[in-house]
Every structure is written in C-alpha cells, then in structure tokens.
C-alpha cells in the first residue's frame, strides 16, 4: 500500500476545477444560447454530478447521481430553457483523526442542464429513490411525433 502524498490531494483538486470547467466550456459549445454571464456561473461549486438525459417521444428525462444527499435540500429551478440542480452534500459520517485521502466528494454542488424549448416545464415531476434523482419534463404536445395514416388510392 502505497504513502499518502498531499501533492496528489492538491493535484486530484486541481484537476477537478480543470473537469468542471472543460464541462462548462463544452455546454457553451453545444448550446451557444447559453454563453454569457449568469447569477448561477458565478456561485462556487465543489463537484459537479454526473447526469443522464434520455430523450422518449413523450418526455425528456434528466437522471442525476447524488449520493448522500437529501431530497429536500435538492432546489431545481428552469431559467430560459436550463434545468439547474443545486444543492449541498454534508461531510458525515466521518470519524475523528488525521485524513489521509479523501476522493467522496462533498460541498455545494451545481449542474446546469440544456433542454429544448419544446418542454413543458409547468408539467415536470421530479423524485429521488437511493441517491439517484430523476426528472421528467414532458414534451408540449406540438412538439410530439404523430403518425399519419396513408390512405390507398
């Protein structure tokens, strides 16, 4: 078993503030409407949770991992068409003593997802079962595919 070494501990954060900010940067490619300051750019992050999105004819799913936190404590907001996860995961359950490594991570936590227009926000439901949170935004009815019938001549 190998020493602790705190250089990997500084270099592990270092190369997280790197991940979250190679995240943020390729949101802003994909989705260019989004580029430009926001009051939710500027709030300090600790991690950033993993997500899902899962597009059905009738919905659009978002499934995000958040172990150890509460439901309650979860605040999901719409701005324009960006789904924003924010919460907090306490330190706990820790015993007392020097830390040698820590990977868990804790702390405020925010996730910004794009989503098209065609949903309707007013409808969405959100849950959260063993750490996992799941999101469904259905889509407006226009915005749902249809089959035609053709008819024989």
């Known amino acids: 078993m190998g020493r602790f070494i705190p250089l990997r501990r500084e270099l592990a954060t270092t190369l997280s503030g790197l991940q979250t900010e190679l995240n943020r940067l390729f949101e802003d490619y994909v989705n260019p409407a989004r580029i430009g300051p926001s ?4 709030e300090p992050s600790a991690w950033t949770p993993a997500v899902d999105v899962i ?4 919905e659009l ?3 995000a991992d958040l ?12 701005t ?7 919460g907090d ?14 990977e868990r991570a ?15 926000f007013d409808a969405a439901q959100a849950e959260s079962h063993h750490g996992v949170l799941t999101v ?10 249809r089959t035609i019938p053709v008819q024989p001549r």
């Open 39 to 42: 009051a939710a750019d500027a």
């Open 55 to 58: 597009e059905t004819p009738e």
């Open 61 to 63: 799913v978002v499934v």
């Open 67 to 78: 172990p150890g936190v509460d439901p309650s404590t979860i605040d999901l907001t719409v």
């Open 80 to 86: 324009g068409n960006v789904l924003n996860l924010r």
């Open 89 to 102: 995961k306490p330190v706990g359950g820790v015993p007392a003593g020097n830390l040698l490594a820590q």
């Open 106 to 120: 804790t702390g405020c936590f925010h996730r910004a997802v794009s989503l098209s227009s065609d949903v309707n």
């Open 136 to 145: 469904r935004l259905p889509k407006k009815e226009a915005a749902k595919p």
